[in-house]
Nanobody, 123 residues
Framework: QVQLVESGGGLVQTGGSLRVSCLFS????????MGWFRQAPGKEREFVAA???????YYVDSAKGRFTISRDNAKNTVYLQMNSLKPDDTALYYC?????????????????WGQGTQVTVSS
């Protein structure tokens, strides 16, 4: 059974940086499309970024130029480097996985989810 465990969240000031990580286990990591989603209080879950098995990356417009998704197949880990953080980035960040997935920005397409890691950006 695939399991995902996020880490690296925390409190950061506006303009700061943070890197969140997601450790994958229970499957062949390199076969999976990995995504990052976030949910702020009172808001719907939102796609942030994804990286497929060929390391092609995808971003929501608000993340382009500020966030970078990457993966290390040797470590079974996907990362989200977040720079120039804003208070609007405050949310619970979730890692998700789909096998050979192509519908990268739709949360319904992901089979596995982590528990989330909190990112809080203070103004």
């Amino acid at each position: 059974q695939v399991q995902l465990v996020e880490s690296g969240g925390g409190l950061v000031q506006t303009g700061g940086s943070l890197r969140v990580s997601c450790l994958f286990s229970g499957g062949t990591f390199s076969y999976y499309t990995m995504g990052w989603f976030r949910q702020a209080p009172g808001k719907e879950r939102e796609f942030v970024a994804a990286i497929n098995w060929n390391e092609i990356t995808y971003y929501v417009d608000s993340a382009k130029g500020r966030f970078t998704i990457s993966r290390d197949n040797a470590k079974n880990t996907v990362y989200l480097q977040m720079n120039s953080l804003k208070p609007d980035d405050t949310a619970l960040y979730y890692c998700a996985a789909q096998l050979r997935g192509r519908n990268v920005d739709n949360g319904e397409s992901y089979s596995y989810w982590g528990q989330g890691t909190q990112v809080t950006v203070s103004s």
